[in-house]
């Protein structure tokens, strides 16, 4: 019935390249509290467990402002220059 | 692809596009707004396509418009709408002539399921550019824990006569216009009294339903909700409540005991300063009653309501007026 082309309705992110390291430049955990009720007290007993096990885990456990939005600029740049392996807390 | 909510859709050809475009005043290069934390751009013809696929008719391009301005909204937060573990759909809300206009069912099955065009493709619409936009270009997953069938359709009209002003007045547009409205809603939840004789019983009763045990807001306390008023309860309740009274009513009354919460698990063993959990005292899931937004809308016959719960990452009900044809 239709001869003429599809319209995509899917907005693509129009990012420039970018780096991702695979590996950790240092052997160092890094945490990121995403802002759920219960994320920091879990991010602290997970710090807790692995300096347990000798891992090298940072002191400050940066915070998102609030769970159900993204992590802003000025902390993405922030994480973006740590050497370590982030991990990310979750959890209602 | 990913270009389907699950349903078989109306091909989005660009002549449709195009037509679609035309009837809601862009051009196929207009940026409508923007993810910038996704680096995405939502262009017009992304939208217009998306109306397409749902089966909208060109001339709901005029309510299709400030809709789609709302949903790119920043402060609508499409993408945590679509991510959120709460599972949440676009709730659009139709109020003022348009309604009439544009043929929205107003009364039977009002809140879901009205076999209606109109509201099931303007319902639809949104929820295709909250899944079509809300996911980074294809790259986020979502985390919805249950969800609930509004995130197929979800558009609830209010009746053209009100016993109260139009639901559009409560977010600040003038009376006589027509509105569109968008929250984040978790499913909805019916409220039956059939044999109440009084506004506060019947004000008792949804209160009850706005604030029971497994309210999300309880922890966070400020997300909104929208009560939808059936006709025989909003007649009974308006023989002696203007909307603002009911609404300070519903605040004053949706209560639990902090401590009965925690003993039930509803508070975590540290809560975080913000959430302000205080022993010993009630607790409400609104900072206020302007939280609670009342809707007029249902067939006459039962004595129903129905309570729509907000998402807690989304503050607020957000409008925008409807141009007339």
Known sequence: ??????????????????????????EEVVLLDNGKPNSMAILRRTQAILRDRGVRVKEEIR?????????????????????????????? | MGWSDGLPVVPPYRSLVDGM???????????????????????????????VMAGCRPEYGRLLRPLSELLVDPEFNLSGVEVTTGGDA?????????????????????????????????????????????????????HGTMGHPGRLSFCVAEHP?????????????????????IMAAEGPNSVN????????????????????????????HFGTSVVVIGPAHAETIAWSYTRDDARHFLFDRTRRATDDLARLGRMPAVPREKSRVVAGTMRSP?????????????????????VIPGWVGNYNVLSKVVEAA
């Not at chain 2, 035309?22 to 262009?43: F, L, N, P, Y």
């Open chain 2, 21 to 51: 475009l035309d009837s809601m005043g862009w051009s196929a290069d207009e940026v409508v707004g923007g993810i910038e934390a996704q680096r995405i751009e939502v262009g017009a013809a992304h939208l217009a396509a998306a109306a």
């Open chain 1, 1 to 26: 019935m239709y001869d003429d082309d599809l319209v995509d309705p899917i907005p693509r992110p129009n990012s420039g390249p970018f780096t991702v390291r695979t590996k950790p430049e240092v």
């Open chain 1, 63 to 92: 915070s998102k402002p609030f769970a159900g939005v993204p992590v802003d600029n000025e902390l993405l740049g922030m994480l973006a220059q740590e050497r370590g392996l982030l991990l990310c807390g979750v959890n209602d």
């Open chain 2, 193 to 220: 009294n059939h044999y109440a004789e009084s506004a506060e019983q019947i004000l008792d009763t949804i209160a009850d339903c706005l604030g029971h045990a497994g309210a999300t807001n309880y922890y966070w």
């Open chain 2, 90 to 142: 676009v709730l659009v809300v139709v109020s003022g002539p348009v309604v009439d206009q544009l043929g929205f069912e107003h009364q039977a099955n009002a809140v879901g399921g009205a076999n209606c065009r109109a509201n099931a493709t303007i319902g639809r619409f949104a929820q295709m550019v909250r899944l079509f936009c809300g996911r980074g270009g294809g790259v986020l997953p979502t």
């Open chain 2, 161 to 181: 006569a009100t016993q109260w002003p139009p639901f559009h007045t409560q977010t600040g547009i003038r009376e006589d216009a027509s509105a569109v409205s």
């Open chain 2, 286 to 306: 609104f900072d206020h009653e302007s939280q609670i937004h009342l809707l007029e809308s249902g067939a006459p016959g039962g004595r129903f309501s129905a």
